[in-house]
């Protein structure tokens, strides 16, 4: 994607802000998206922005921890049945599938990708809480249960995942949590 794509995703699809409601949006640390170009157009779109850390995608990226391995097997297979009916051209080489059965493809894997689990995989990444804060530990809770986070550690893991969240500004990356042997 370019800076110029993502700014006409900004104008088209996340579109302006209608309601006079701030709105968030979360994102990779792309380069594209820190261009002074796209940080203007946030703001004309009323949004604040959370980058993602690098290296924390799988764990904070509610696509990549909940959802895109379902919704890219789903598509994979409408490709693999595409290619199955082997249908050739004039040449003899297989037929590449148009527009709309490619359409089609993405229209079906993403049907198959329920409301539910949508909605889950933001809560789950920390995203959606409650604004009451009682939703707060979902998170590291989950984080938890794959032995990444000792129970009795949540706070300073939480103060050092937010200090890194939301210091847009800085160049420094993300290269995963300290051990306690450090």
Known sequence: MTSEKFQEWLSRVWGPNSDDVRRLLVIDQAPIHKTPAAKDALQACDTDVVY???GCTGLLQPADVYWNRPFKAR????????????????????????????????????????????????????????????????????????????????????????????????????DGFASDDD
């Not at 998170?139 to 986070?149: E, F, M, N, Q």
């Open 52 to 54: 993602v850390p690098a």
């Open 75 to 174: 598509l994979r297979a409408s490709w693999e049945a595409f290619v199955r009916k082997g249908e050739k051209t004039a040449k003899g080489n297989l037929r590449k599938p148009s527009r709309q059965e490619v359409l089609c493809f993405v229209s079906e894997a993403w049907a198959a990708v329920s409301e539910e689990t949508v909605a889950r995989s933001f809560k789950g990444c920390g995203i959606s809480n409650a604004l009451d804060g009682s939703g707060d530990g979902d998170l590291h809770d989950r984080l938890s249960s794959v032995g990444a986070v000792d129970p009795e550690d949540r706070g300073p893991l939480q103060a050092e995942c937010m200090e890194m969240i939301f210091a847009t500004d800085s160049d420094e990356s993300f």
